[in-house]
């Protein structure tokens, strides 16, 4: 059940950077510097090694989660998916605000990728807790 569980919990962490990140695309490519391609999209977006990767470290994140939450005694939908955005907003975003503001990148991405370091989270926890 636990791995069955950090697998589902990873789908919904990429579910929602999808979401996330086709409802805030014009702006995330602005403030990422990402050209875009004449149909809007970005223009190398066609390569899947992103997705990849990205799927990747949902399960990472979702394992390490997973344990975090257990070895805690951390249980139910309620406290995992408060935890989850824990880990979001106390743990990720600010990590990525210390590593975008050294490498001088535009404060837009700092919040339109932290706000999904913190959702995305918070879907992991959630899934997790009604595991």
Not at 49 to 61: C, G, I, K
Request: glycine share 16%; with cysteine; proline share 5%.
């Amino acid at each position: 059940m636990g791995i069955l569980s950090v697998i589902v919990a990873a789908l919904a962490g990429f579910a929602v950077g999808a979401a996330w990140y086709m409802a805030l695309a014009r702006p995330w490519m602005a403030a990422a510097g990402i050209a875009a391609g004449p149909d809007g999209r970005p223009a190398n977006g066609s390569s899947p090694v992103p997705f990849a990767v990205a799927l990747v470290a949902m399960l990472l994140v979702a394992g390490m989660m997973r344990h975090m939450l257990v070895t805690g005694g951390i249980d139910g939908p309620g406290k995992s998916l408060l935890s989850g955005l824990g880990v979001g907003a106390f743990f990720v975003a600010p990590w990525l605000a210390m590593d975008y503001t050294y490498a001088m990148r535009d404060r837009r991405l700092v919040l339109i990728d932290g706000g999904y370091a913190i959702l995305g989270c918070g879907a992991i926890g959630l899934v997790l807790g009604l595991f």
